[in-house]
């Protein structure tokens, strides 16, 4: 998880920067253009600095910003995978909202990135390479009686909204 949190700080913090450096760009092109520095060397500097500025943000900047958006979205998948403990795409693919076939994509890219050193992929289902016990594994479900989401751990779990009894690998009492 530390790994996909930092990449995400670091998008975050780069689109940013591009962001101010394409605004603070064009005034840069405008002050070193008009000649509003005594010295010639200063307004040049100005407006290469702001060409530089604007025309490199310009095109980097929308890049930085989806990539950003990317890496937020596998951070998603890992914080699923590792702290509420989904470790099957049809799971995954619930919790997320997403397609199943997004899900696979989703879970190769952050195996490629390196986001799950603790896990091993075997198809469809992820396993930890330390010992779970079921006591512990959390399960995100649908309510059969009132269709609420909600997570539970062990083997049986009671939905907040309706009382339901869910008991893991049946449909509800």
Not at 62 to 79: D, G, K, M, Q, S
Not at 116 to 132: A, E, K, N
Request: aromatic share 10%; glycine share 10%.
């Amino acid at each position: 998880m530390q790994k996909a949190e930092h990449t995400v700080r670091s998008l975050l913090i780069a689109a940013l920067i591009a962001s101010v450096l394409f605004v603070v760009g064009i005034p840069m092109i405008i002050l070193g253009a008009s000649g509003a520095f005594g010295s010639v060397g200063v307004n040049r500097l100005f407006l290469i600095a702001g060409i530089v500025f604007t025309a490199g943000c310009f095109y980097g900047m929308p890049i930085l910003w989806i990539t950003y958006a990317n890496a937020r979205e596998l951070r998603r998948v890992v914080f699923a995978v590792e702290v509420q403990r989904l470790y099957t795409v049809e799971r995954l693919a619930a919790h997320l909202n997403l397609p199943p076939e997004v899900t696979r994509g989703k879970l190769d890219a952050c195996f490629e990135k390196g986001y799950f050193p603790g896990f091993v992929r075997d198809g469809d289902t992820l396993t930890p390479l330390s010992d779970v016990t079921p006591e512990n594994t959390l399960h995100s479900v649908e309510c059969p009686a009132c269709s609420a989401r909600f997570t539970f751990e062990g083997d049986n779990g009671k939905c907040p909204y309706c009382g339901t009894v869910y008991i893991w690998g049946n449909r509800g009492q």
